[in-house]
Nanobody, 119 residues
Framework: QVRLLESGGGLVQPGESLTLSCAAS????????MGWYRQAPGKQRELVAE???????VYADSVKGRFTISRDNAANTVYLQMNSLKLEDTAHYRC?????????????WGQGIQVTVST
């Protein structure tokens, strides 16, 4: 089983920065991608950013230019550098790992960490 340990959340003011970290431990076959999702009250869960092992990254339009996702493949760790945080970024953030399998892919989730942007 794969476990995801997240850290880095907290309370910040608009315009400030936070970095989220997520480290995977345990047995994993082949990691396809690691990323971050978030869910705010009254809204559906959305993909924030995802980094594929082959090298590509995807971002939600709302965070492009402000957030940067990166991977340390040797440590099975994904980071999300969040700059210029806005009130709208307040959400419960969860780390996600997609593992290649046969015939199906497998997903693992962290417990999640709260990011609150408030004056």
């Amino acid at each position: 089983q794969v476990r995801l340990l997240e850290s880095g959340g907290g309370l910040v003011q608009p315009g400030e920065s936070l970095t989220l970290s997520c480290a995977a431990s345990g047995s994993v076959f082949t990691i396809k991608a690691m990323g971050w999702y978030r869910q705010a009250p009254g809204k559906q869960r959305e993909l924030v950013a995802e980094a594929f092992t082959e090298g590509t990254t995807v971002y939600a339009d709302s965070v492009k230019g402000r957030f940067t996702i990166s991977r340390d493949n040797a440590a099975n760790t994904v980071y999300l550098q969040m700059n210029s945080l806005k009130l709208e970024d307040t959400a419960h953030y969860r780390c996600n790992l997609v593992e290649l399998g046969w015939p199906d892919e497998y997903e693992y989730w962290g417990q999640g960490i709260q990011v609150t942007v408030s004056t």
